[in-house]
């Protein structure tokens, strides 16, 4: 997929997987199982989100724009140099290997865009065990609300979204 779409961050920056060592703080529940819903956190409560279910990629950007430095000075980081934002696809890799993450039939939103060729973004996801598991990338609309994909966080070092 790298090779025949352009992927960007949420920053606008190209995205390529990072494969530096670096600090991130990532939301380390479980997925969830069918049937189960994924748990509501003090941090989806301060997004101002009602569930991690049936959100569209808009409704989560909008949140992360308008909570997110908020959220950061009050884990004492400083928005400057730290920023909230869905996990990203080589983070999820990283963390959900060791996790067990990607073996039930649901997507994680990840952060980043694909590009079209016709200009539009799909938001990125990816996870789900009948598409590849860990290793599952897809784009699924800016507007699509599903149970079949929900919202994972982590905090990440903006110096990963610039552009070299």
């Given at each position: 997929?790298?090779?025949?779409?352009?992927?960007?961050?949420?920053?606008?920056?190209?995205?390529?997987?990072?494969?530096?060592?670096?600090?991130?703080?990532?939301?380390?529940?479980?997925?969830?199982?069918?049937?189960?819903?994924?748990?509501?956190?003090?941090?989806?409560?301060?997004?101002?989100?009602?569930?991690?279910?049936?959100?569209?990629?808009?409704?989560?950007?909008?949140?992360?724009?308008?909570?997110?430095?908020?959220?950061i000075?009050?884990?004492?980081?400083?928005?400057?140099?730290?920023?909230?934002?869905?996990?990203?696809?080589?983070?999820?890799?990283?963390v959900?290997?060791?996790?067990?993450?990607?073996?039930?039939?649901?997507?994680?939103?990840?952060?980043?865009?694909?590009?079209?060729?016709?200009?539009?973004?799909m938001?990125?996801?990816?996870?789900?065990?009948?598409?590849?598991?860990?290793?599952?990338?897809?784009?699924?609309?800016?507007?699509?609300?599903?149970?079949?994909?929900?919202?994972?966080?982590?905090?990440?070092?903006?110096?990963r979204?610039?552009?070299?």
């Amino acid at each position: 997929m790298f090779m025949i779409h352009p992927f960007i961050s949420s920053g606008g920056s190209r995205y390529l997987p990072n494969l530096a060592a670096e600090d991130f703080l990532a939301e380390d529940f479980p997925d969830p199982r069918p049937g189960q819903e994924p748990p509501v956190t003090p941090l989806l409560e301060a997004l101002g989100l009602p569930r991690r279910t049936q959100l569209s990629r808009l409704a989560i950007e909008q949140a992360l724009s308008s909570q997110g430095v908020t959220i950061i000075e009050k884990l004492g980081l400083s928005p400057t140099n730290f920023r909230l934002v869905c996990i990203p696809p080589d983070l999820h890799l990283r963390v959900g290997e060791r996790q067990g993450w990607g073996q039930q039939p649901i997507w994680t939103h990840f952060d980043g865009y694909m590009l079209q060729r016709d200009g539009h973004r799909m938001a990125l996801a990816g996870g789900d065990v009948r598409f590849g598991g860990i290793f599952d990338l897809v784009g699924v609309g800016m507007s699509y609300e599903s149970e079949r994909v929900f919202a994972r966080f982590a905090v990440v070092q903006r110096k990963r979204m610039a552009a070299w």
